[in-house]
């Protein structure tokens, strides 16, 4: 069966570094993009990065360009987020995601038959 | 970058149904996806493309589409269907957006 796990959250203060780590399982991994959403305490889903099936193409939110970057080991089923200048408001628990269909670069077909458990990341002094 | 827009909360009444919307110009080129959301939970997939559904999503939700604005409808609304619901979709840039969502109590 489809499993996505994250690791890596935790505390960490401002200005500081952190990668996450979302490990696939029961499909094939280097066929899917995959994405990462967020989501702060209290509030709404929050579309963080996208990497396609191949790592070719990557696309970011406006409010994390030039600080996360999205990557991915095909040979090790496994998506990382490099997140780095942390602030306060990026407090959130991080869910991975994959594309519904494979091989698909144009986002017609959504995301997110299968999410991950979410790993909490908290931003604080 | 684009933005979606949904009403913050509906009610509908057990086995009535109900319709939620989400505007915004990219549905005019690109599908909305839609989640469910249960408190503590994460999200899950009930519509997606044109009109699918996932496997184990039950045929009372459906999607449809016209011009900036796609519509979840849940048809013969249950208690388990509490929740609250969001959409998203791509835009031309290569980002996806989702919407503040819309919390929607069974009465």
């Known amino acids: 069966q489809v499993q996505l796990m994250e690791s890596g959250g935790g505390v960490v203060q401002p200005g500081r570094s952190l990668r996450l780590s979302c490990a696939a399982s029961?499909?094939?991994?280097?066929?899917?993009?995959m994405h990462w959403v967020r989501q702060a305490p209290g509030k709404g889903l929050e579309w963080v990065a996208v990497?396609?099936?191949?790592?070719?193409?990557?696309y970011y939110a406006d409010s994390v360009k030039g600080r996360f970057t999205i990557s991915r080991d095909n040979s090790k089923n496994t998506l990382y987020l490099q997140m780095n200048s942390l602030r306060t408001e990026d407090t959130a628990v991080f869910y991975c995601?994959?594309?519904?269909?494979?091989?698909?670069?144009?986002?017609?077909?959504?995301?997110?038959?299968?999410w991950g458990q979410g790993t909490l990341v908290t931003v604080s002094s | 970058s684009s933005e979606l827009t949904q009403d913050p909360a509906v009610s509908v009444a057990l086995g009535q149904t109900v319709r939620i919307t989400c505007q915004g110009d990219s549905l005019r080129n690109y599908y909305a996806s839609w989640y469910q959301q249960k408190p503590g939970q994460a999200p899950v997939l009930v519509i997606y493309g044109k009109n699918n559904r996932p496997s184990g999503i039950p045929d009372r939700f459906s999607g449809s589409s016209s011009g900036n604005t796609a519509s979840l409808t849940i048809t013969g609304a249950q208690a388990e269907d509490e929740a609250d619901y969001y959409c998203n979709s791509r835009d031309r840039s290569g980002n996806h957006v989702f919407a503040t969502g819309t919390k929607v109590t069974v009465l």
């Open positions: 995601a994959k594309d519904t269909s494979p091989y698909d670069i144009s986002g017609h077909y959504g995301f997110g038959d299968y």
């Open positions: 029961g499909f094939t991994f280097s066929r899917f993009g």
């Open positions: 990497i396609s099936y191949d790592g070719n193409n990557k």
